[in-house]
């Protein structure tokens, strides 16, 4: 009788568990109704992809796609003035626009969590962590410049490596 309560309970969890995943909300970064607001809103991304902003690590290309969008919606909205005045096909054009951006910032989200599922050296049991891509990527940047230091520390400078004597055979 334990046994069923416990398995019904379990089954319950794992069905909350699916459920919640189910209704995860994405947060949408790039919306705006009109001009003004959309102004507004490229200021803020423009200055949170500066270094130390949430979107710092955004790359060129990404950054490229980025501006490319904001400059049609910004041309629908110099055409329009908002979305409420824009027929069906400036709105669909908007909406990809929109969706583009977001797909970039929401990947490149310093705030995003990235979780994996990894067994420890001398385990087979598998454990799941999570970072965030701020931390992923900060651990990423330091690595380089470690293995950039071990590479300068293995190199002498001056471009001799027979230890300085010359016409010593």
Known sequence: MKLR?????????????QASAVYAKTEVIVKAENK???????????????????????????????????????SLFDKYG??????????????????????ILTRRDDKRLVCESVAPIGSHIPRTTCRTYREIESERHNAENFQHQLLQVAQPSGGSLSGGGAGKH
């Not at 309560?5 to 568990?17: I, P, Y």
């Not at 027929?87 to 990809?96: R, V, Y």
């Open 82 to 103: 908002s979305v409420a005045q824009m027929d069906q096909g400036a709105k669909i054009q908007l909406f990809n626009d929109q969706e583009a951006v977001n797909a």
């Open 36 to 74: 003004d607001d959309f102004t507004a809103v490229v200021a803020a991304v423009h200055q949170q992809m500066q270094s130390g902003g949430r979107y710092e690590f955004i790359d060129q290309n990404e950054r490229q796609k980025v501006d490319a969008s904001f400059a049609d919606m910004q």
């Open 5 to 17: 309560s416990w398995l019904a309970g379990v089954v319950v969890g794992v069905a909350l568990l």
